[in-house]
């Protein structure tokens, strides 16, 4: 996926909200919902587009969907801010 398109999945609160909670560690989509007063199908929603951007990952347990964060996108996105950042050699 594009950066574009992963900083627009990071544009939005609800998904930067589901990122925090997720790093507290692996929830459910029930426990995730939970925390949110929009509907059901509108957090599947959210959770469908930060996968897409591969910012998080799942896996079926029985009946549940467990998500978790997966860093390696957000380390590619630190990396390129932190290079950004940096000063050009020869200048100030």
């Known amino acids: ?8 999945a990071l544009s939005d609160p609800t998904r930067r909200q589901i990122l925090n909670m ?4 692996k929830k459910t989509a029930g426990e995730i919902a939970e925390a949110f007063e929009i509907s059901g199908p509108a957090i599947s929603r959210h959770l469908a587009v930060l996968k ?12 549940f ?3 978790e964060l997966s860093t390696s996108v957000l380390e590619e996105i ?3 801010v932190k290079d950004l950042k ?3 050699k020869g200048e100030k």
């Open 86 to 88: 940096e000063t050009p």
């Open 78 to 80: 630190m990396m390129w």
């Open 22 to 25: 997720l790093k507290g560690g």
């Open 52 to 63: 897409a951007a591969n910012l998080i990952r799942d896996r079926r347990d029985g009946k």
């Open 65 to 67: 969907i467990i998500y």
């Open 1 to 8: 996926m594009a950066l574009q398109d992963t900083l627009q």
